[in-house]
């Protein structure tokens, strides 16, 4: 029996996110199947995280187990072969039994794409929020520095199905400019359901002007979510890489 560790990259516009839904076609789904029609057996799969409706991956990290002798080198070209274009397995690794890309991972990183222009731009929307009001690359610079470190997260942490423990380690947040986007970096040993989205969209309130950037340390310690801002668009967020 192998263990085998996956490295994945997926356009999530077309997806209901990346865990098996009764209702909607999953990421995790394709891939099950994919792997059912070229090692002729059913294998589930577990991820590093499960990424919402619209969120893409350059980097997610995924696991299976499998005792069908295919050749380690051939495994990602021939699961590709019948995963749609928008899926793509980008390396296939043997691990130790015992490895489990959710619970071993150690760090993740995130990208966020912000397209600040008043033009509309055809070919690099679906991957970009587009925010047409000028936005103080230096506020939310600023801003997102009371952000590093250990913290109750509460305030950015959208409703979800259960209670979870909500202090995260935020390692390093940059904001840069390039050329019309604003690219927003996030590292953490783990992240809540929604919270780079609602951390985003705050940091787009204080480069608008709305909040302050002393409001970020304000918001951070009231625990509350309706103190911060917006949550900003699925389609402009990218899961990068895995750490472990």
Known sequence: MRNIKL????????YKGWQLQKNGTTIQGKIEEAIEKTFKKK???YSAGRTDSGVHAQGQIAHFKTSVPVPMNKIPSIINTVLPPDIAIKN?????????????????????????????EAFKERYAWR?????????????????????????????????????????SITV???KAFIVIDIKGDGFLYNMVRNIVGTLVEIGRGYFSPESMMEILKSKNRKKAGPTAPAKGLFLMEVKY
């Open 7 to 14: 490295t994945i990259a997926y356009d999530g516009t077309n």
């Open 92 to 120: 296939a690794k043997k691990v130790s039994t015992d490895f489990h890309a959710q619970f071993d991972a150690k760090q993740k990183h995130y990208r966020y794409y912000i397209l600040n222009s008043l033009k509309r």
């Open 131 to 171: 925010v047409s009001y000028n936005l103080n690359v230096s506020l939310m610079r600023e801003a997102a520095k009371a952000l590093i470190g250990k913290h109750d997260f509460k305030s950015f942490q959208a409703v979800d199905k259960r209670e979870r423990l909500s202090v995260r380690n935020i390692f």
């Open 176 to 178: 840069k400019k390039q």
């Open 43 to 45: 294998h589930r799969i």
